[in-house]
C-alpha cells in the first residue's frame, strides 16, 4: 500500500495540500477552523472529495471567519444546506456554526484557538479525543486525529523519508 507522500506529489489537488499544508503547523484561528470544518466534512468521504470543494467551502463559509460563522442562524443554516459546492448535511453544518461559537469560547478563556491547544499539548490521541469530544460537535477518533497530525499537534503526516518532513521539522511544530 502506497503512502500519501508517495502517491501525493504531482496530483493536481492532492499535490500542493500536500507540499504545503499537511502537517504544517498553524496558528491562525480561522484556519484551525477551517481545517477542523473540513475535516468534520471528509467523514465518510474521500480527501480527494474535500480538496476539491475546498474553494467552494470558503465561499460558503464567508472565509471561515469565525465571528462571522458564529452568528449564522436558520436563513444562514439553510443557504448551506441548498448549496451544491459543499457537502450539504444538516449534522456536519450545525458541527461547523457550533464549533465557531465554541473556538471563540476558548479565544476569551485561553486568547485563542491555537493557544488552547498548545495548553493541552501534548497529550496522547485518546486524550485528545475526549477533549475533543467535550468541547466540540461531529469530532470523533479520525477527525480529531487527522485534524492534529495535519495541524501539526500529531505527528505521522509525513514519512521521515519525505522532503517535506524536513522542512516541516525546521518549522517545529508541537
Partial sequence: MSTYCEIAPGHPFHG????????????DDNRLFERLVLEINQAGLSWLTILKKKEAFHKAFDGFDLEKVA????KDRERLLNDP????????????????RQVLALRESHGSFSKWLDHHHPLPKEDWVKLFKKT???????ITGEFLMSTGYLPGAHAESCPVFG????????
Fill in 167 to 174: 522542512t516541516i521539522k525546521k518549522l517545529r511544530p508541537r
Fill in 85 to 100: 459546492g459543499i457537502i450539504r448535511n444538516r449534522l456536519k453544518v450545525d458541527a461547523a456554526i457550533h464549533n465557531a
Fill in 136 to 142: 466540540f460537535k461531529f469530532t470523533g477518533g479520525e
Fill in 16 to 27: 500542493s495540500y500536500h507540499d504545503e499544508e499537511y502537517g504544517f503547523p498553524i496558528a
Fill in 71 to 74: 452568528r449564522y442562524g436558520g
